[in-house]
Structures are given as structure tokens and as C-alpha cells.
């Protein structure tokens, strides 16, 4: 079965530290997404992306945070600046159409010292 | 803002029984709805998906969506240990986009 793939499972970085979280969605899905999930808290959406550029994205979503999709598979979420409090899961998900039920890939473990 | 509510539970049924989830969301317009389903320290399994008024079945899982209520369940038939995780409700609360709204999840137990 198609999946979503995520790289790396886990990251520790130190404050104030850039990281880029990677993820491959399947391959025919059009609608790709970000969320994140803190420790015992609900999923949280972050970031829409269609057709090459952000459909939506929410309060979360500020300067710090940027996405790409560089080439024809990957897609990339870019924290400039890490701070403790983004210490959390960040699953990368995807879906073929609008309106259909995403597939999320096994997540991003990130840790923040 | 857009809110999704579910009771965390736990919710403790033993082996065989019917589990009942229920969830409420706030707004009106919302069209699609679905149910995941999260093991702890795993991501989200998509189990069903909802779009008008009624009973959606698929095997031991069922979904009832009621938009006058703003009201989704989902009924687990013959409830198994291996079910116990925590079932997530969303909502894709804008017709123009596709961002799915979670719940907190309620958090099932099936002892056997």
C-alpha cells in the first residue's frame, strides 16, 4: 500500500537552531500538509500546499516556519529558528483530492533543547 | 474559531461489546467528515470517512453523521483489544480548502 514517508523519525536541536523536516507523500496525491501533535495534545494543523504554493496555513504558522517542494517528490517543512515550545511530532500527510482523507506518514519526533 | 469536541474518555468496553464514540463540531458548514484511529506514539489511520446524513458502514465500523445536530459517531462492532487506541475525529471545516480540524480524541479500552 502507498505510503508517506518522513525523514528523520527523530531530531534533537539546540534553540535558536534551523531544521528542515522531509517528507515524500505518494506519489499521485496533489494536497499536501503539515501538522503537528505536542506531548498528550490534539493534532494540529499547520499547512496546506496545492500546485506548487500555500492554499492555507494556520495561526501556528508564522515567519518561523517554511515549506517547499523542491523537486517532483519531496516536501520540506523549514523551522528558522527552533524554540523549546516546538517540541513536538510533526506528521507530514497527503491526499489525492479535496475533500478526501489524508494519509499521514509515521511522523517527526522533534526535540528541542 | 473552529472547534471539534469528543469526550477523552477512557472509554472501557469489554471484549464483543459495542463501542460508541461521539464527537460535536461548531461549524455549520462543514462537509466532510472523518474518523482516524492513533495507537500511542503512532500517527493517524484514516478508518472512515463521512459526507452526508446517515449510517456509513464498513465492516465492524460504522459512521452517523447528523449535520442539523452537528453530531458524528462512530459505532466499533464486536470491540477486540487490538481497537484499544485513541479514535480521533476531523472535520474539514472550509468549503474552499482542505484543512482538517482534530478533536482531543477519546481514548478506548477493550479488555478482554
Known amino acids: 500500500e502507498p505510503e508517506v514517508t518522513q525523514t528523520p523519525s527523530h531530531q534533537v536541536t539546540q534553540m535558536g537552531q534551523e531544521v528542515i523536516l522531509r517528507c515524500v507523500p505518494i506519489?499521485?496525491?496533489?494536497?499536501f500538509y503539515w501538522y503537528r501533535q505536542i506531548l498528550g495534545q490534539k493534532v494540529e494543523f499547520l499547512v496546506s500546499?496545492?500546485?506548487?504554493?500555500?492554499?492555507?496555513k494556520s495561526e501556528i504558522f508564522d515567519d518561523q516556519f517554511s515549506v517547499e517542494r523542491p523537486d517532483g517528490s519531496n516536501f520540506t517543512l523549514k523551522i528558522r529558528s527552533t524554540k523549546l515550545e516546538d517540541s513536538a511530532m510533526y506528521f507530514c500527510?497527503?491526499?489525492?483530492?479535496?475533500?478526501?482523507?489524508?494519509?499521514f506518514g509515521s511522523g517527526t519526533r522533534l526535540t528541542v533543547v | 474559531q473552529k472547534e471539534v469536541e469528543q469526550n477523552s474518555g477512557p472509554l472501557s468496553v469489554p471484549e464483543g461489546a459495542i463501542a460508541s464514540l461521539n464527537c460535536t463540531y461548531s461549524?455549520?458548514?462543514?462537509?466532510?467528515f472523518f474518523w482516524y484511529r492513533q495507537y500511542s506514539g503512532k500517527s493517524p489511520e484514516l478508518i472512515m470517512s463521512?459526507?452526508?446524513?446517515g449510517d456509513k458502514e464498513d465492516g465492524r465500523f460504522t459512521a452517523q453523521l447528523n449535520k442539523a445536530s452537528q453530531y458524528v459517531s462512530l459505532l466499533i462492532r464486536d470491540s477486540q483489544p487490538s481497537d484499544s487506541a485513541t479514535y480521533l475525529c476531523?472535520?474539514?471545516?472550509?468549503?474552499?480548502?482542505?484543512?482538517?480540524?482534530f478533536g482531543k480524541g477519546t481514548t478506548l479500552s477493550v479488555s478482554s
Open positions: 463521512i459526507y452526508s446524513n
Open positions: 500546499f496545492y500546485n506548487n504554493e500555500i492554499s492555507e
Open positions: 461549524d455549520r458548514g462543514s462537509q466532510s
Open positions: 476531523a472535520v474539514m471545516a472550509n468549503q474552499a480548502g482542505t484543512a482538517l480540524i
Open positions: 500527510a497527503s491526499s489525492e483530492a479535496r475533500g478526501y482523507g489524508y494519509t
Open positions: 506519489s499521485n496525491h496533489l494536497y
